[in-house]
C-alpha cells in the first residue's frame, strides 16, 4: 500500500483516514515537540516500526480504555499497594530510563526501540506540563512504571515496563484511576509498547477516534490540562 512520505521543513500531516489497512500513514519528518503535539490532536502517533525511518500510524480500530466506566478488583489493588509504592511525575526521567534499559536490551532494535532523541522530547513535553509518569517502587528500587502525554481529557500511552512483576499491572491500574478521578475521557493504548494483558480495553472506530481527538484539541486548546 503506498504511504505519504512528510518534509522535514513542514509541519503537516494528511488525514488519518488514509492509512493502509496495517494503519501506517506516513514515513519521515523532523521530529519535534510541535510535530508529536500535531499528530496526537490528529489521531495519530510515532513509531520506529519497521526500523529505519521514523513511521506515523493510525490503526482502525483504536485500542482505548474508558476510565469513567473502568471497574479496578478492589482485592488486587490493595494487594498491588501493599506490595509496592507509588509516585507521580517525581522521577520522569528515571521511568524514561527505566523503558529505555528494558527495551534497548543488547542493543537489539526491535518494534520497543527507544531512541534517545525520543527521550528528549518526552523530556522537553514533561517540562511542558504535557507528559507525565507514574513510578512503581519496591525497597526502595525502581520496580515499573510508565509514561504518556496529557492534552485536555485525553492520555496517550507511550511505554510502560517492570522488572518486578505486578508493577506494571499496578502502573496501569493506578494511572486509569487517576484518570477516572480527572474525569479522562479516554486512555489510548496506542501500541505494543503500551499493551497489558488482563486490561479491559474498547474499540473505536478510527474516524470517532480520530473526531474525539480534534474535539478535544479544539476544546482545550488555551487549557491547561490537569493531571
Not at 487517576?178 to 472506530?205: A, H, N, S, V, W
Request: aromatic share 14%.
Amino acid at each position: 500500500m503506498p504511504y505519504f512520505e512528510l518534509k522535514k521543513d513542514e509541519i503537516t500531516f494528511p488525514p488519518a483516514y488514509f492509512a493502509d489497512i496495517d494503519g501506517l500513514l506516513a514515513v519521515g519528518g523532523t521530529m519535534s515537540v510541535e510535530r508529536m503535539l500535531l499528530a496526537y490532536n490528529n489521531g495519530i502517533f510515532y513509531w520506529h516500526y519497521p526500523l529505519k525511518h521514523i513511521k506515523w500510524w493510525s490503526p482502525d480500530p483504536r485500542i482505548v480504555v474508558r476510565p469513567e466506566s473502568f471497574e479496578i478488583h478492589q482485592k488486587r489493588w490493595e494487594m498491588l499497594n501493599q506490595e509496592f509504592t507509588v509516585t507521580v511525575d517525581t522521577d520522569f526521567e528515571q521511568v524514561l530510563r527505566g523503558c529505555q534499559h528494558v527495551y534497548n536490551l543488547e542493543g537489539q532494535m526491535d518494534n520497543r526501540w527507544l531512541s534517545e532523541r525520543m527521550v528528549r522530547i518526552f523530556m522537553e513535553l514533561h517540562t511542558m506540563g504535557k507528559a507525565h509518569s507514574i513510578a512503581i517502587w519496591k525497597d526502595g528500587n525502581l520496580a515499573g512504571g510508565l509514561f504518556g502525554v496529557a492534552i485536555g481529557k485525553l492520555f496517550f500511552g507511550e511505554y510502560l515496563f517492570a522488572t518486578t512483576e505486578g508493577a506494571d499491572e499496578l502502573a496501569v491500574l493506578y494511572l486509569i484511576d487517576k484518570l477516572k478521578q480527572q474525569c479522562y475521557r479516554l486512555l489510548d493504548m496506542q501500541k505494543q509498547t503500551f499493551f497489558f494483558p488482563g486490561i479491559e480495553y474498547d474499540e473505536l472506530p478510527r474516524l470517532e477516534y480520530v473526531d474525539i481527538c480534534k474535539e478535544n484539541a479544539q476544546k482545550y486548546k488555551d487549557v491547561p490540562t490537569e493531571f
